[in-house]
């Protein structure tokens, strides 16, 4: 079996409800089949156990926080899927490539490349054989100086972030191009948590939560909006279930019944094990319209204000905190007039919410002494985000459940490092108190305009104006909307450099020249000048800790992300403005530039040594906001008249659904590690669309045909992906779920979250079709 290549087979798809509750015994026959095809069975066992441990390295999984005691076993599912994705013994080599063509290649999908195997040396794309090939190092470097020197201005050139880069690599990423002469940092933050720290900078001075790991055991109430723990935090559900436990209220707000949040076996915990006992991780669930959110918590504070004002006549004890209120906030009475204008009747039909159930929110919600708020991309990736969070604020806010224990606001966030790379200054949009201190200390002139976000960037690469473009890990090409237009502007650069781990379409979606740069990940040592290198991240919770990688690299010819950036920016720089070889000798010499230019970060190196690392600080969980008006502040914004864009309007269609896309339990965003997705009962297959039965019928299919699907948005072009099989699920009428990335195709790159510029991912007006063909873009 483990030599077999599993990504070879076809297997049967499969469709029949999930029975069991999340994590247990499912999720440790599901670990240990993925160990057993690894090849790399006994040694990924003995990474497993370093995972997450003082000494050990950071999950490359999710930024969910560690509980800060020590001697615990800290690893989910998903981690140990993401752990053994990386520690395979299957490389992509030279051989690899004479034998296969790039053409041959985008034949491939996305799981058969990805399961290849490690990149392991750099390659150089030749146009005459179709063939990528060996280039040196020192080649490679000079081949993307050459480009990056030879453009007319430096905001000719997109540097593209995922989320997986350390601190190291971030600053050192950031420094290099702001010295080149750019702000183009397009990041995957811009298609994930950006509404959040848009709306939260404006409300509480802070783009980031305020919650650390402790709180969760004082909260009276937890509220979970637009996530799906039990696949992509699956840490998260302890700290439920013992909420749950412990008599605190865990209000889930989610279209859909994902099974994380109804109950959780924990497969570290023997007793349930055995028994096949599960403990529930939700005391209410509600299911609102997609992106009914913001209706429903409008409904909320429309309640409590009439409580509050019952209690003022009745003289009761307040619902407000009047202290809070006074003392911290502003706007207040402007908001509260925006309540009062919004009508009962826009709330219920927005929300998909009987009113019964928008007021036992609302009462759960008053009877919690300390109330936490988390939410993700349900919430996130709306065109009402920002919005939307900003209402998250202003509930918290009227109850001053903003910086004292067991209270506070949790965006939770998806890559590992994500939040930490923002703390570092990938920033398309930089904040002023940066810029200041990296010209102080650097000398040198910074640019001081805005830079590209993703959509900007595709935008630019598709018009020519951007000619360069280089991702420091990701898969720009699946990860972003509208598909064939993303790889038009890939296609379209001078240059494009893929700085990763793992085959992907974005290597094979290239420009002109294109390099594929292999570098280590967080499980791999990293060795330098100086000696093994730890690297450091930034969690959920903004808890700074090392990682050290275990395992011996595959090639010595794959280098280490800071090792990489240095020598482009050698090749492009020389020793301006710093050494960067010198630097990369030993990452303490990069810490101490990062001490020196932000904030929060005095004496890192010696705070390192602190187990479990330490606590960056979060003003507003202080209570001291760093706003314009030095107060919280509360947003009067207008709750949406018809979610319904304009563009889809003017076609004069009516959509046949309103779609979310989403993530299956088997894959790592665009990294599909398998074609099943456990909870919810599909096996075998991903090109799938998730539907009412009733909606199925109306809409002229059966359950288990086959449907054509086609966006609805006003610009000429036409976005469909074929031959989606048509599943009858537990959804609410008019909605439909389908899978990320296979239905990015039919997100317009025009439809943005306000502020935000995020993709609407999840709210996509869709019609269906008849037919059945394949719909890969090659
Ligand atoms: N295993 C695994 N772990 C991961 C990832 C992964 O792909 N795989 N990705 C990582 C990354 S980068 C991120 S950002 C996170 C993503 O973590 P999540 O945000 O949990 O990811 P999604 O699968 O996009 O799930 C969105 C959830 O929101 C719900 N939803 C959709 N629209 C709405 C809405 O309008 N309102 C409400 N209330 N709910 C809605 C969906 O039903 C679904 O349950 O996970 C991280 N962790
Ligand atoms: N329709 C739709 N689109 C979405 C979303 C959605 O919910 N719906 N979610 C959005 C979200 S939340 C996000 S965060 C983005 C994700 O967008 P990205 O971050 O760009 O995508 P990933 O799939 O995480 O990137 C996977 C690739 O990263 C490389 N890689 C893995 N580990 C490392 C490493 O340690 N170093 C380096 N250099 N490379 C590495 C591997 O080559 C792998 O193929 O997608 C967004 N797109
Ligand atoms: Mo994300």
């Given at each position: 079996m483990s030599n077999h290549n599993q990504a070879d087979k076809t297997p049967t798809p499969r469709y029949k409800p999930y029975k069991g509750a999340a994590g247990g015994w499912g999720a440790l026959i599901s670990v240990t089949q993925a160990w057993l095809t690894s090849d790399n069975a006994l040694k990924n066992i003995r990474t497993m156990l370093k995972t997450n441990q003082n000494g050990g390295f950071d999950c490359p999984g999710c930024a969910w926080g560690d509980s800060p005691e020590s001697g615990m076993v800290k690893f989910c599912e998903n981690g140990a899927k993401a752990v053994n994705w990386e520690a395979t013994k299957r490389r992509v080599d030279a051989a690899f490539f004479a034998k296969h063509s790039v053409t041959s290649l985008l034949e491939q999908s996305d799981y058969w490349l990805e399961y290849q195997g490690r990149l392991t040396e750099p390659m150089v794309y030749d146009a005459t054989t179709d063939h990528y090939q060996p280039i040196s190092w020192d080649n490679a470097f000079k081949l993307v100086g050459r480009h990056l020197t030879g453009l007319t201005t430096p905001d000719q050139a997109e540097f593209y972030t995922s989320g997986r880069a350390s601190n190291e690599a971030a600053y050192l990423y950031q420094l290099f191009v702001r010295a080149y002469g750019t702000n183009n940092f397009p990041d995957c933050s811009n298609m994930c948590h950006e509404a959040s720290g848009v709306a939260l900078s404006q409300s509480v001075g802070v783009g980031k939560g305020t919650v650390t790991f402790d709180d969760f055991e004082h909260a009276d109430a937890i509220f979970v909006w637009g996530q799906n723990p039990g696949t992509n935090h699956p840490r998260m559900l302890e700290p439920l279930r013992e909420a749950v436990q412990r008599g605190a209220q865990v209000v889930c707000i989610n279209p859909l019944k994902e099974r994380g949040l109804e109950r959780f076996q924990h497969p570290q915990h023997p007793i349930e094990m055995l028994t096949n006992g599960d403990r529930p991780t939700n005391t209410a669930y509600f299911r609102p319209g997609l992106g009914g959110d913001m209706a429903m918590m409008r409904g909320m504070a429309k309640f409590l204000l009439q409580w509050e004002r019952d209690a003022q006549t009745s003289q009761a004890p307040a619902v407000f905190d009047h202290d809070f209120l006074n003392e911290h906030t502003g706007g207040v009475l402007d908001y509260l007039a925006a309540v009062d204008d919004t009508p009962w009747e826009q709330i219920v039909e927005q929300s998909g919410l009987p009113l019964a159930e928008i007021e036992l929110a609302a009462r759960m919600y008053l009877k919690a002494e300390n109330v936490i708020m988390c939410w993700a991309m349900g919430i996130t990736q709306h065109r009402h985000s920002v919005a939307t969070i900003q209402e998250i604020a202003n509930l918290m806010l009227l109850r001053g459940n903003i910086g004292r224990p067991g209270a506070g606001l949790c965006p939770v966030r998806g890559h590992s490092n994500v939040q930490g790379d923002r703390t570092m200054g990938i920033n398309e949009r930089p904040p002023a108190f940066l810029l200041d201190a990296l010209e102080k200390r650097f000398q040198f002139k910074v640019p001081r305009s805005n830079g590209h976000n993703v959509v900007e960037a595709i935008h630019a690469m598709l018009d020519g104006r951007a000619k360069v473009f280089i991702g420091l890990g990701g898969n720009f090409a699946q990860a972003t909307p509208d598909s064939p237009r993303t790889a038009e502007a890939l296609r379209n650069c001078e240059l494009t450099v893929q700085i990763s781990t793992k085959l992907n379409r974005s290597h094979l979606m290239h420009g002109k020249d294109a390099l594929i740069l292999p570098c280590l990940g967080r499980t791999d040592i990293d060795l330098q000048a100086e000696g093994p290198q730890a690297v450091t991240v930034e969690d959920s919770f903004s808890m700074v800790h090392a990682s050290n990688g275990q395992l011996q690299p595959l090639s010595r010819e794959m280098r280490s992300e800071p090792a990489i950036i240095a020598g482009i920016a050698a090749a492009t720089l020389g020793t301006h403005p710093v050494d960067w070889n010198w630097l990369i000798a030993d990452y303490r010499r990069i810490r101490d530039l990062i001490a020196d230019t932000l904030p929060g970060f005095k004496d890192f190196n010696l705070r390192?040594?602190?187990?479990?690392g330490f606590y960056l600080g979060n003003s507003a969980a202080e209570r001291r906001w760093n706003t314009a008006s030095t107060r919280a502040n509360f947003k009067a914004n207008t709750l949406p008249m018809d979610l319904i864009h304009e563009n889809v309007r003017a076609t004069g269609q009516v959509p046949d659904l309103i779609m979310q896309s989403l993530r299956s339990h088997d894959q790592y965003n665009t990294t599909i590690y398998g074609l099943d997705d456990r909870y919810r009962g599909v096996r075998g297959q991903r090109e799938v669309l998730f539907a009412n039965e009733a909606d199925i019928i109306r809409l002229g299919f059966q359950p288990g045909q086959k449907a054509d699907l086609i966006a609805i948005w006003d610009d000429g072009r036409e976005r469909r992906v074929n031959g989606f099989t048509l599943l009858a699920f537990d959804i609410p009428a008019g909605q439909a779920a389908a899978y990320y990335p296979e239905v990015n195709p039919l997100v317009p790159l025009e439809s943005v979250g306000t502020g935000s510029h995020t993709p609407t991912s999840k709210f996509v007006a869709i019609r269906l079709e008849r037919s059945a063909v394949s719909n890969r873009i090659v």
């Open positions: 390192l040594e602190n187990p479990g």
